[in-house]
């Protein structure tokens, strides 16, 4: 399998594995108050670069059939895409790795939840939501699969070994 091949269908795995666990988990997945358990897979471009397309398309799909608005679909979805950006930089150090998701999700998703949806929560307190809800998500699930991954890496990323760290 060539490398490019490779990374496509790592990128679409990732994206199938974002819609169904958004999906699956949608009542806790949409709204002012979420905890997103697909988000615990931002963590996976520590691994590879083919998390990053393969997370902003699943967020992207997660978002149309899950009924959000345009607004959301986008920015959401730019927000996890910022989110798997940042996770690859910092790599380096698995404690820093989960903090762009949060950063992101929490500085995009209250505007959209306030200004696209017209929720009547003062914005600091949808930001508070947003940051607790992907804390759990990215830094407990998120750390906890990346110790698992960790583990099994070389089964698993085998075609990306020289990226792995």
Do not use: W
């Amino acid at each position: 399998m060539s490398k490019n091949t490779l990374l496509i269908t790592q990128a679409a795995a990732i994206g199938a594995v974002y819609v169904v666990l958004t999906l699956v988990f949608a009542p806790i997945s949409y709204g002012e108050v979420q905890i997103r358990i697909s988000e615990a897979l931002t963590i996976l471009p520590f691994f590879t670069p083919a998390a990053i397309p393969g997370l902003f398309v699943g967020c992207l799909i997660a978002n149309f059939i899950g009924g959000a608005i345009l607004p959301d679909i986008v920015f959401g979805s730019i927000a996890t895409l910022i989110g798997a950006a940042g996770t690859y930089l910092l790599r380096q150090n698995r404690f820093l790795a989960p903090l762009p998701p949060i950063i992101s999700n929490t500085l995009i998703v209250p505007l959209v939840l306030k200004y696209g949806y017209g929720l009547p929560l003062p914005l600091p307190l949808i930001m508070v939501f947003i940051a607790a809800g992907e804390f759990i998500s990215c830094y407990v699930l998120g750390e906890f699969l990346l110790t698992l991954l960790l583990k099994y890496k070389t089964l698993i990323f085998a075609g990306n070994a020289n990226r792995i760290h």
